[in-house]
């Protein structure tokens, strides 16, 4: 039987983020995917459970699987494309085993357009797609902050650590790091640069720090470090900005 996939955007872990279309989208759903990531991630299919308990008003079939680990030793980019097959085919045995479900739905941390790699993994089964939106952790990020995305007239870049550590994205004053484990900040000449960074933005959990990359940047890879020790895993972002001399 021929099935519909549902990608859900659900926000940064805060069940007050799912939004009622969200809600909908769940409630409709014939199969419901849970990805597990390993002991150490834990809290975050436990995360997902706590969510659908709050929103689902109804049972639904809840299929569990293990994520397959990315290959880091070779090149970047056949990895990544690597790793998307696996996963494209470990959805596709757990759906298989539920061979009546019609509406099959994934929650996506944040928005499954931005920075996210579920809407290129599902195109690899082929079957029809439907996304709903959700909040993303910069929305969150900045709001949490109090802050613009943007300086007047001026660009932003949404970019990753990876590309961060190569060089100051070209063309803009204000960065949005996404994905970054290392802390690309640190190498940065800070003078001049202002960071407002976040961890578990949205959550219970949520830290928060902001300042002069100069002044703060030691203090968050410390505050990092013992987070992601605490928690097991972590989730951050954080907005770049060189400052600027209005007239």
């Given at each position: 039987?021929?099935?519909?996939?549902?990608?859900?955007?659900?926000?940064?872990?805060?069940?007050?983020?799912?939004?009622?279309?969200?809600?909908?989208?769940?409630?409709?759903?014939?199969?419901?995917?849970?990805?597990?990531?390993?002991?150490?991630?834990?809290?975050?299919?436990?995360?997902?459970?706590?969510?659908?308990?709050?929103?689902?008003?109804?049972?639904?079939?809840?299929?569990?699987?293990?994520?397959?680990?990315?290959?880091?030793?070779?090149?970047?980019?056949?990895?990544?494309?690597?790793?998307?097959?696996?996963?494209?085919?470990?959805?596709?045995?757990?759906?298989?085993?539920?061979?009546?479900?019609?509406?099959?739905?994934?929650?996506?941390?944040?928005?499954?357009?931005?920075?996210?790699?579920?809407?290129?993994?599902?195109?690899?089964?082929?079957?029809?797609?439907?996304?709903?939106?959700?909040?993303?952790?910069?929305?969150?990020?900045?709001?949490?902050?109090?802050?613009?995305?943007?300086?007047?007239?001026?660009?932003v870049v949404?970019?990753?650590?990876?590309?961060?550590?190569?060089?100051?994205?070209?063309?803009?004053?204000?960065?949005?790091?996404?994905?970054?484990?290392?802390?690309?900040?640190?190498?940065l000449?800070?003078?001049?640069?202002?960071?407002?960074?976040?961890?578990y933005?949205?959550m219970?959990?949520?830290?928060?720090?902001?300042?002069?990359?100069?002044?703060?940047?030691?203090?968050?890879?410390?505050?990092?470090?013992?987070?992601?020790?605490?928690?097991?895993w972590?989730?951050?972002?954080?907005?770049?900005?060189?400052?600027?001399?209005?007239?």
């Amino acid at each position: 039987m021929t099935y519909r996939l549902n990608l859900i955007g659900i926000g940064t872990g805060n069940p007050d983020h799912v939004t009622f279309q969200a809600a909908k989208a769940l409630n409709n759903a014939d199969l419901i995917l849970i990805p597990r990531k390993g002991d150490s991630k834990a809290d975050l299919a436990d995360l997902r459970r706590q969510i659908l308990a709050q929103v689902l008003t109804r049972d639904v079939t809840l299929a569990e699987f293990d994520y397959p680990v990315r290959d880091d030793s070779g090149d970047y980019a056949e990895g990544v494309n690597a790793w998307h097959d696996a996963l494209a085919a470990v959805w596709a045995e757990t759906i298989a085993r539920h061979p009546a479900a019609q509406e099959v739905a994934l929650l996506v941390w944040g928005d499954p357009s931005l920075y996210d790699s579920t809407l290129r993994i599902a195109a690899r089964l082929g079957a029809e797609t439907r996304v709903v939106p959700g909040l993303t952790s910069i929305q969150v990020l900045t709001a949490a902050h109090g802050i613009t995305l943007n300086e007047i007239g001026r660009a932003v870049v949404i970019t990753t650590g990876r590309q961060l550590r190569e060089a100051w994205p070209a063309g803009a004053d204000t960065a949005v790091i996404m994905l970054d484990g290392k802390c690309s900040f640190q190498h940065l000449d800070p003078k001049g640069i202002s960071i407002w960074w976040g961890a578990y933005v949205g959550m219970k959990e949520e830290l928060l720090i902001a300042g002069p990359l100069a002044e703060v940047g030691a203090q968050i890879i410390e505050t990092r470090a013992r987070a992601r020790a605490d928690h097991g895993w972590i989730m951050d972002i954080y907005l770049l900005r060189k400052d600027l001399l209005i007239t």
